[in-house]
């Protein structure tokens, strides 16, 4: 299986503080997703990095890729009480079988709680 | 419209019921997915359609059949299901192409308990 691992499985931190999360798997990968889960509802993607890059960030967001560690790292900076989810990460490798679509396969998850 | 709208949210059924959930996309996505997620575990993956034809089956039941009767939309179609099958079922779509780089839209899932 590829399913990544992800540390920690629980966080819990101050509003304004900064979160980070890890995650690993374990084979060659296409590119390496992150999605934030509110509740048990939909997913909601979060940021893409592609396998030939090393370092991506979307406003409060920042994602490192270590593709000789097969590892990610999720930051997130000055956190809120709204960024309260499930994070997980999840390793993508095309659908080369029909060329539509990829296979997702995801972490463990992160549960974060930003407390006021 | 980017948007994944899913049928219905709740469902509730017995193990001698037939049941269909429903996914609907109008972002012009040519992937579609099924995924089932047990309480505070990852989404796994179930079934892919690419361009309407069903590419992957992650050896799923044949309790569970998938359907994409157009580009839009997609059913999942439920027989004879035992109360381990209770779950969150979620839908996605995407973009198509080779190189894989594309990021999925979920919809919100429909709880379901088989009793």
């Known amino acids: 299986s590829q399913q990544g691992e992800e540390d920690p499985q629980a966080l819990s931190i101050q509003e304004g503080e900064n979160a980070t999360m890890n995650c690993s798997y374990k084979?060659?990968?296409?590119?390496l997703q992150w999605y934030r889960q509110n509740s048990g509802r939909g997913l909601v993607h979060l940021i893409l990095?592609?396998?030939?890059?090393r370092e991506k960030h979307s406003g409060r967001l920042r994602v490192t890729l270590d593709t000789s560690k097969k590892s990610s790292s999720l930051l997130i900076t000055a956190s809120r009480a709204a960024d309260t989810a499930s994070y997980f990460c999840?390793?993508?490798?095309?659908?080369?079988?029909?060329?539509?679509?990829?296979?997702?396969?995801f972490g463990t998850g992160t549960q974060l709680k930003v407390e006021l | 419209d980017t948007e994944v709208t899913q049928t219905p949210k709740h469902l509730v059924m017995g193990m001698t019921n037939k049941k269909s959930l429903k996914c609907e996309q109008h972002?012009?996505?040519?992937?579609m997915y099924w995924y089932k997620q047990k309480a505070k575990k990852p989404p796994e993956l179930m079934f892919v359609?690419?361009?309407?034809?069903?590419?992957i089956n992650e050896s799923v039941p044949s309790r569970f059949s998938p359907e994409c009767p157009n580009s839009s939309l997609l059913n999942l179609h439920l027989h004879a299901l035992q109360p381990e099958d209770s779950a969150l079922y979620l839908c996605?779509?995407?973009?198509?192409?080779?190189?894989?780089?594309?990021?999925?839209?979920f919809g919100p899932g429909t709880r379901l308990t088989v009793l």
């Open positions: 972002m012009g996505h040519r992937a």
């Open positions: 996605a779509s995407s973009l198509t192409g080779t190189s894989g780089n594309n990021e999925q839209f």
């Open positions: 999840a390793t993508a490798l095309p659908n080369i079988l029909t060329g539509g679509g990829n296979k997702l396969t």
């Open positions: 990095i592609r396998s030939n890059e």
């Open positions: 359609y690419s361009y309407e034809k069903l590419s």
């Open positions: 084979t060659s990968i296409n590119n």
